[in-house]
């Protein structure tokens, strides 16, 4: 049972659009989302992440959106630049400290020039 | 800061053979380390949950007699696979928690 959804494999955009990156997710115990950027062969790194009690979050040119009723997430990425070329996964976790993430299954973006 | 390592970062063994992995957060103590495997193209699989001086807590459906966990210290946990078969052939990623979770960078195991 795939709890953490990104229904979109892949992405591409040109350099300086807008990308946005979809989640969606079934259970209703998650309250706190994290966006991730990995490269092959490495360790996922932390982007950027938002608590449900937010609708919004923003840092840079990353900007995540939550819409609870909807168990809807997005990461915004403004202007996409060829450097953001990556695997995104979003995760999702319940309250508590260091409790375990379920991570969605991934969209590979790919920014053109 | 929260900077975790991994070793070795690639490794190839032969089919029945045992392989160990470590994972160690080098600049703080982690409270719970998770084990997560990623085959091609497919989403990061959680493995186990470890915390120091306690046995690992495994998901449904992973052999915890397959994928032996040791914590041993708030800085260091390690992943033995043992009897490797061709299957177990994937890459290995680790985390450390205090309350945010820092990822290692993996371990591609390739079993022959």
């Known amino acids: 049972d795939q709890q953490v959804k990104q229904n979109s494999p892949s992405l591409s955009v040109q350099e300086g659009r807008i990308s946005i990156l979809n989640c969606d997710y079934t259970?209703?115990?998650?309250?706190?989302f994290l966006w991730y950027k990995k490269y092959p062969a490495e360790g996922p790194t932390f982007l950027i992440s938002?608590?449900?009690?937010?609708d919004k979050n923003e840092d840079g040119r990353f900007t995540v959106f939550l819409n609870k009723s909807a168990k809807h997430l997005s990461l915004h990425i403004v202007p996409s630049q060829p450097g953001d070329s990556a695997v995104y996964f979003c995760?999702?976790?319940?309250?508590?400290?260091?409790?375990?993430?379920?991570f969605g299954t991934g969209t590979r973006l790919q920014v053109t020039l | 800061g929260a900077v975790v390592s991994q070793h070795p970062s690639w490794v190839i063994c032969k089919s029945g053979t045992s392989v160990k992995i470590e994972c160690r957060s080098l600049d703080f103590q982690a409270t719970t380390m998770f084990w997560y495997r990623q085959f091609p193209k497919q989403s990061l699989m959680l493995m186990a949950t470890?915390?120091?001086?306690?046995?690992?807590?495994?998901e449904q459906g992973v052999e915890k007699d397959k994928f032996l966990i040791n914590h041993a210290s708030l800085t260091l946990s390690t992943l033995t696979v043992t009897s490797a078969h061709p299957e177990d052939s994937s890459f290995y990623i680790c985390?450390?928690?205090?309350?945010?979770?820092?990822f290692g960078p993996g371990t591609r195991l390739t079993v022959t």
């Open positions: 470890s915390n120091e001086g306690s046995k690992a807590t495994y």
């Open positions: 259970n209703s115990m998650f309250d706190y």
């Open positions: 985390s450390a928690a205090t309350y945010e979770q820092y």
């Open positions: 995760a999702a976790r319940r309250a508590g400290t260091a409790s375990k993430l379920t």
């Open positions: 938002i608590s449900s009690i937010k």
